[in-house]
T-cell receptor
Framework: QQKVQQSPESLSVPEGGMASLNCTSSDRNFQYFWWYRQHSGEGPKALMSIFSDGDKKEGRFTAHLNKASLHVSLHIRDSQPSDSALYFCAASDTGYQNFYFGKGTSLTVIP | NAGVIQTPRHKVTGKGQEATLWCEPISGHSAVFWYRQTIVQGLEFLTYFRNQAPIDDSGMPKERFSAQMPNQSHSTLKIQSTQPQDSAVYLC????????????FGPGTRLTVL
């Protein structure tokens, strides 16, 4: 069973619109969450981490974590064509014996 | 800081040949990871090292894949008797510490097995 599930698999939003990506973990030991972004031809790059319940905002990006439901989301406001990429959710447990990436959400921002 | 360096960026091998992929982690990072990425399977964990010691290779196909980290400045992933299904992008990442530390990825090596 995939430890980290992401939805949707792909998403298209107009330039200037809001993109919302979702991620759910199946393991209650996973307490640390990351969002990574990968542009074509490059390795993934960390966007932001979230370790506590609630919202965390960095520029146009806002992550929201609900530990009770093991759900984390990423919202991108005022989406730009340069945001078009593959977005991964990653989770690790407190002892860091395990670190899992989801399968990713492909985001396309349409000019 | 040059980031994580992976060489070669592209490698083409014939079926049955050996492929060795190289990774130079960021200086000072104690953890080094190897992943395989394909369209179908996504990003798959292969193995990781902590302070050069192998910690978890649960993602490694046992028969033909091996990874080593002979010193703190480089790690290698070796694939013996390559098969077409080994074609993928192989990514190396390093992090400062284990736990909740950010992983820094290299650009990857695209392996094509003909």
């Amino acid at each position: 069973q995939q430890k980290v599930q992401q939805s949707p698999e792909s998403l298209s939003v107009p330039e200037g619109g809001m993109a919302s990506l979702n991620c759910t973990s199946s393991d209650r030991n996973f307490q640390y969450f990351w969002w990574y972004r990968q542009h074509s031809g490059e390795g993934p790059k960390a966007l932001m981490s979230i370790f506590s319940d609630g919202d965390k905002k960095e520029g146009r990006f806002t992550a929201h974590l609900n530990k009770a439901s093991l759900h984390v989301s990423l919202h991108i406001r005022d989406s730009q064509p340069s945001d078009s990429a593959l977005y991964f959710c990653a989770a690790s447990d407190t002892g860091y014996q395990n670190f899992y990436f989801g399968k990713g959400t492909s985001l396309t921002v349409i000019p | 800081n040059a980031g994580v360096i992976q060489t070669p960026r592209h490698k083409v091998t014939g079926k049955g040949q050996e492929a060795t992929l190289w990774c130079e982690p960021i200086s000072g990072h104690s953890a080094v990871f190897w992943y395989r990425q394909t369209i179908v399977q996504g990003l798959e964990f292969l193995t990781y090292f902590r302070n050069q010691a192998p910690i978890d290779d649960s993602g490694m196909p046992k028969e033909r894949f091996s990874a080593q980290m002979p010193n703190q400045s480089h790690s290698t992933l070796k694939i013996q008797s390559t098969q077409p299904q080994d074609s993928a992008v192989y990514l190396c990442a390093s992090s400062l510490v284990l736990g909740y530390a950010e992983q820094f990825f290299g650009p990857g090596t695209r392996l094509t097995v003909l």
